[in-house]
């Protein structure tokens, strides 16, 4: 599975920005699929994802009502709209997705095979 992260740019605080991403080799069927970010010195944060029975998104509370996941199966694509950015939101956003995440760790980023190149966002204040 090869994911293809893109949309990051520089935004001002209280902007917004829509990151995608899409898988090639295999679709997101039946997978658990997850934005995570990690800022510089920090550790990789879940973001949101839905679950390996696309269910969800479940969004981490840091992003809940700012950001929007979706997802277009017949393009094999999930998108991450996010709205109201802030400085703190400054990050290296990815994508990832695996067969074997269940719904008790789809937050843990150990537990994703599959990882996109990332993609740099960064909100100015």
């Known amino acids: 599975v090869q994911l293809q992260a893109s949309g990051g740019g520089l935004v001002q605080a209280g902007g917004s920005l829509r990151l995608s991403c899409q898988a090639s080799?295999?679709?997101?069927?039946?997978?658990?699929v997850a934005w995570f970010r990690q800022a510089p010195g920090k550790e990789r944060n879940y973001v949101a994802g839905?679950?390996?029975?696309?269910?969800?998104?479940y969004y981490a509370d840091s992003v809940k009502d700012r950001f929007t996941m979706s997802r277009n199966n017949a393009k094999d694509t999930v998108y991450l709209e996010m709205n109201n950015l802030r400085p703190e939101d400054t990050a290296i956003y990815y994508c990832?997705?695996?067969?074997?995440?269940?719904?008790?760790?789809?937050?843990?980023?150990?537990?994703?095979?599959?990882w996109g190149q990332g993609t740099l966002v960064t909100v100015s204040s």
């Open positions: 990832a997705t695996s067969l074997s995440v269940m719904q008790s760790n789809l937050a843990s980023h150990t537990a994703y095979a599959y």
């Open positions: 839905f679950n390996r029975n696309g269910r969800g998104p």
């Open positions: 080799g295999r679709t997101f069927s039946n997978t658990a």
